[in-house]
């Protein structure tokens, strides 16, 4: 898993450097002195270049991400599978609710005359 991280890292930079490279299609571009003539790799052929080369990176860098969720997905376990049930005990049996205790104590003199 860590050197399949390690690929995943790299790819990632490797896509953010592209998408930079890549030359805007926008106004903004264009505003700031960018055009079609002054990307980096010329006029031409490198968009296309570039294109299908950051389609390739982001294709590589979602099969990545799947498999990584995929492997830590079987690693890692919820805290709930891990939970020991409390123990039920196995002779229980049933108990009568006791008497109801009362205040009242026998004074042993007696109301009817």
């Given at each position: 898993?860590?050197?399949?991280?390690?690929?995943?890292?790299?790819v990632?930079?490797?896509?953010?450097?592209?998408?930079?490279?890549q030359?805007?299609?926008?106004?903004?571009?264009?505003?700031?002195?960018?055009?079609?003539?002054?990307?980096?790799?010329?006029?031409?052929?490198?968009?296309?270049?570039?294109?299908?080369?950051?389609?390739?990176c982001?294709?590589?860098?979602?099969?990545?991400?799947i498999?990584?969720?995929?492997?830590?997905?079987?690693?890692?376990?919820?805290?709930?599978?891990?939970?020991?049930?409390p123990?039920?005990?196995?002779?229980s049996?049933?108990?009568?609710?006791?008497?109801?205790?009362?205040?009242?104590?026998?004074?042993?003199?007696?109301?009817?005359?």
């Open positions: 898993m860590g050197f399949l991280t390690v690929i995943h890292i790299i990632c930079l490797l896509l953010i450097a592209l998408v930079l490279l030359d805007s299609k926008g106004a903004m571009g264009n505003m700031y002195g960018g055009s079609a003539s002054s990307s980096l790799l010329g006029p031409t052929g490198a968009p296309n270049f570039l294109a299908k080369l950051t389609r390739w982001a294709i590589v860098f979602a099969v990545i991400c498999v990584l969720s995929k492997i830590t997905a079987e690693k890692e376990k919820s805290a709930l599978d891990t939970l020991i049930p123990s039920i005990p196995t002779n049996a049933p108990v009568a609710p006791e008497a109801p205790k009362t205040d009242h104590a026998p004074t042993g003199k007696s109301t009817n005359p």
